[in-house]
């Protein structure tokens, strides 16, 4: 089966700019988690939707970042306006359902603000 | 929050050998223990899971044990082989209650040497 898929792979942008990440996630599955991994550490969740709803967004930095999974399939994260700590690659991932399936991820979004 | 620590950063082990990484977390609600893989640019990959009614899993060579009353859990590889080389994260989150989201550590760089 198609895994999760993510675009851009690469952006880069200067501070106070706005950038925004799509999400494709494995056909069928309900859950999507947007995750971000600054270089050198694990990667941290931002935001869990189930289905089109938000189960999760308590370490979504909610002054800069937006998510939204309008018809429960794709996702788009968007940051505005962004600052340097913003580097880091940013990971999809889906699972079948909440609490029962593995997660898995995209292939990331790796983004360098100057 | 749940918050999981992982150890060693670093571990070198000889080709043939076997190579042991050990998490601990905090959170006693905490009941499902996955370990992902990452290579250099790639996105993270589950290699094996246990979930907390179960003390040891094994597949193959690696295998996964869990101490609920310590709160850790440890991943072992025997047989290490160069395709081991990569950055392994464990991870722990609740699982059955809707959030799910998964708190992973800060990764151990595992060299294999030949």
């Known amino acids: 089966e198609a895994g999760v898929a993510q675009s851009p792979r690469y952006k880069i942008i200067e501070k106070r700019q706005s950038v925004a990440f799509w999400c494709n996630p494995i056909?069928?599955?309900?859950?999507l988690y947007w995750y971000q991994q600054i270089l050198g550490q694990g990667p941290k969740l931002l935001i869990q939707f189930q289905n089109n709803g938000v189960v999760d967004d308590s370490q979504l930095p909610k002054d800069r970042f937006s998510a939204e999974r309008l018809k429960g399939v794709d996702s788009t994260l968007k940051i505005q306006p962004a600052k340097l700590e913003d580097s880091a690659v940013y990971l999809c991932?889906?699972?079948?359902?909440?609490?029962?399936?593995?997660?898995?991820f995209g292939p990331g979004t790796r983004l360098l603000v100057l | 929050g749940e918050n999981v620590e992982q150890h060693p950063s670093t571990l070198s082990v000889q080709e043939g050998d076997s190579a042991v990484i050990k998490c601990t977390y905090s959170d006693s609600a905490s009941n499902y223990f996955p370990w992902y893989k990452q290579e250099l640019g790639k996105r993270p990959q589950l290699i094996i899971d246990?979930?907390?009614?179960?003390g040891e899993k094994k597949d193959q060579r690696i295998a996964v044990t869990l101490n609920k009353t310590a709160k850790h859990f440890s991943l072992h590889i025997t047989e290490t082989q160069p395709e081991d080389s990569a950055v392994y994260f464990c991870?722990?989150?609740?699982?059955?209650?809707?959030?799910?989201?998964?708190?992973f550590g800060k990764g151990t760089h595992l060299i294999i040497q030949p």
């Open positions: 991932a889906s699972s079948l359902l909440a609490g029962l399936e593995t997660q898995y």
């Open positions: 991870a722990a989150s609740v699982r059955g209650g809707g959030a799910d989201g998964l708190t």
């Open positions: 246990i979930r907390s009614n179960v």
């Open positions: 056909s069928g599955h309900a859950t």
